[in-house]
């Protein structure tokens, strides 16, 4: 499983927050999902896609 941010995201950073491990701020102040979930962290990755003010991520299997 897999996490993609689409252009919707306004930088808020929540994600980054919720979940450090899989979401991390661009050169552009986006959010950018990691190639994959380490084991641990797919709860948290959850958390920081139902968090997201303006529903920017989404799963992709």
Do not use: Q, R, W
Not at 9 to 18: A, D, E, M, P, Y
Not at 27 to 32: C, G, M, Q, T
């Amino acid at each position: 499983m897999k996490y993609h941010v689409n252009d919707s995201c306004i930088g808020c950073g929540l994600c980054t927050s919720t979940c450090p491990e899989v979401f991390s701020m661009g050169d552009d102040n986006k959010a950018v999902a990691a190639e994959s979930v380490p084991a641990g962290a797919e709860s948290s990755a959850e958390d920081a896609m139902n968090g997201c003010p303006v529903t920017a991520i989404e799963k992709v299997d």
